[in-house]
Each structure stands twice: as C-alpha cells, then as structure tokens.
C-alpha cells in the first residue's frame, strides 16, 4: 500500500490533533526551577551537582556547514545558567564536544563538521573566556553519545557522589537527548539515586525544512517538532524538563 498518500498524510494530523495540542500546552506549561530549593529537597550540595554542556562549538554556533541561528541563540542562556551555577558554588564542568577523527562514520549523515585540530571542534570563546571555564573538562567525542569511547564513564566512576545533572546545549533530539538519557538510564540500571534536568531555554536543535532538504537531498528536520517531541520523550523517562534554572 502506498503510504505516501494525501489521505494518509491527513489521517495522521488528524489522529495526532489532540495530543500535539496536549504538547504544546505542556510545553507552555513548564515553569522554572530554583537551583537551591531544589538541591535542598534532595539534599544536594554543590558538589554534588555537574553541569553538562553540550557540543556548544564554534562549529555549531559561529562557523561551517552545521552552525545555525536556533543554536547561535543557546548562547546568553547557557553563559548565564554557567554563571548561575558557577555562582552557587559548582566546580564540575564538563563539555561533551564534537572532536572528529577526519575520516568520522558520522559524516555519513551529516557531512563532515567538528574535525580535530580545526577550529570548528573548539569551545565557544563566550563559553572559554568564563571564570568558569577554569573549571572545564572536555570530554571529546566522535559520536552523538557523551560515553561511548570517552573519558566520560571513568570520570563519573570516580566521582560517585556527582548526583545531580543539569544539561544544557545542543541538539535536543540528538546529544542532548543521548546525554540526559545516557545519565538517566544508567542510574537507573544502578539503583542510583539521581536527577536529571534539562532546561528548556537552554537547549535547541536545527531547522531543516522539507523544501529546502529535498533541494539537497537531505532529511527534513522540524526544529520545533523534533525539539518538543524529544523533550518529551525526556520527561516521559524520568528526565525533569523545566523552563530554565534560577
Ligand atoms: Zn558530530
């Protein structure tokens, strides 16, 4: 049967009416979280906590074919949930990025971007010129996962009383939702008490519209689709998707 039909195409807008409205109230819904209140909850100190930013690169923000405005945006957000957080005492930093061996599988999909040794694999210079960022640990990767073939997984095991997440960066449905789940489902799997939260300002994904894909032969990407279905499917399991940290 041929599923590419105007009446099936129809029939799943239609089906699917109720609950996109559903998300896009949930979404409207969220409100922000008070860092302090929420670690006195859980009895978390400062030390406890590590904030993962991710993949803010210039070759996602300021240069090359994968750098775009929606990310460009995540820039002020995540200075200041840095600043917020380095201001309330944490020092655990770490900044999983793109850092490509030149000949990456990646590519495959998305077409040679973040190579290492080139400028577009290096951290923002709004993020590296932070008194944070004496605090940074970049964690390179050659993949959309923080863990597979990093440091990450080691870092962690050393650090078993690092129980509270807070990510941030790009993209939603890619390293942000590898991340967030990654940390979720580890503890998880562990027993381990933990939280993840993502804040919604401080996170985006690109924009590719069906148009302009199929003029170069490419997969269309609905920013704002991909980005709130993800988020959900975050929420969904277990990961606390707020509107910011305060
Ligand atoms: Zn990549």
Same mark, same amino acid.
């Given at each position: 049967?041929?599923?590419?039909?105007?009446? +099936?195409?129809?029939?799943?807008? /239609?089906?699917?009416?109720?609950?996109?409205?559903?998300?896009?109230?949930?979404?409207?819904?969220?409100?922000?979280?008070?860092?302090?209140?929420?670690?006195?909850?859980?009895?978390?100190?400062?030390?406890?906590? =590590?904030?993962?930013?991710?993949?803010?690169?210039?070759?996602?923000?300021?240069? #090359?074919?994968?750098?775009?405005? +929606?990310? @460009?945006?995540?820039?002020?957000? %995540?200075?200041?949930? &840095? $600043? +917020?957080? !380095?201001?309330?005492?944490?020092?655990?930093?770490?900044?999983?990025?793109?850092?490509?061996?030149?000949?990456?599988?990646?590519?495959?999909?998305?077409?040679?971007?973040? %190579?290492?040794? /080139?400028?577009?694999? =290096?951290?923002?210079?709004?993020?590296? #010129?932070?008194?944070?960022? $004496?605090?940074?640990? &970049?964690?390179?990767?050659?993949?959309?996962?923080?863990?597979?073939?990093?440091?990450?997984?080691?870092?962690?095991?050393?650090?078993?009383?690092?129980? !509270?997440?807070?990510?941030?960066?790009?993209?939603?449905?890619?390293?942000?939702?590898?991340?967030?789940? !990654?940390?979720?489902? $580890? =503890?998880?799997?562990? @027993?381990?008490?933990?939280? %993840?939260? %993502?804040?919604?300002?401080?996170?985006?994904?690109?924009?590719?519209?069906?148009?302009?894909?199929?003029?170069?032969?490419?997969?269309?990407?609905? #920013?704002?689709?991909?980005?709130?279905?993800?988020? !959900?499917?975050? =929420?969904?399991? #277990?990961? +606390?998707? &707020?509107?910011?940290?305060?």
């Amino acid at each position: 049967m041929n599923t590419r039909t105007p009446e +099936r195409s129809r029939a799943l807008s /239609q089906r699917s009416a109720e609950f996109m409205a559903f998300l896009a109230n949930w979404q409207a819904d969220l409100e922000p979280l008070s860092l302090e209140s929420d670690w006195a909850a859980h009895g978390v100190a400062a030390n406890n906590v =590590a904030v993962f930013v991710v993949d803010m690169v210039n070759g996602f923000c300021h240069e #090359g074919p994968l750098a775009g405005p +929606r990310v @460009q945006g995540l820039i002020a957000p %995540v200075r200041a949930a &840095v $600043a +917020r957080c !380095y201001a309330l005492g944490v020092r655990h930093f770490l900044l999983p990025q793109d850092t490509h061996e030149s000949d990456a599988l990646e590519f495959a999909q998305f077409g040679p971007h973040c %190579v290492v040794g /080139q400028s577009e694999s =290096a951290t923002i210079p709004e993020l590296a #010129g932070m008194p944070a960022a $004496a605090d940074f640990t &970049v964690v390179a990767k050659n993949s959309l996962h923080p863990a597979y073939g990093t440091e990450l997984e080691a870092w962690l095991a050393q650090r078993p009383e690092v129980r !509270y997440f807070v990510i941030i960066g790009d993209c939603t449905d890619l390293c942000i939702y590898q991340t967030a789940m !990654y940390l979720r489902l $580890a =503890a998880n799997a562990a @027993q381990r008490e933990c939280q %993840v939260v %993502v804040p919604e300002n401080c996170v985006q994904t690109y924009d590719l519209p069906v148009a302009t894909a199929q003029t170069i032969g490419a997969m269309p990407h609905d #920013g704002d689709v991909l980005h709130l279905i993800f988020l !959900y499917s975050m =929420a969904l399991n #277990g990961v +606390r998707i &707020v509107k910011a940290v305060e």
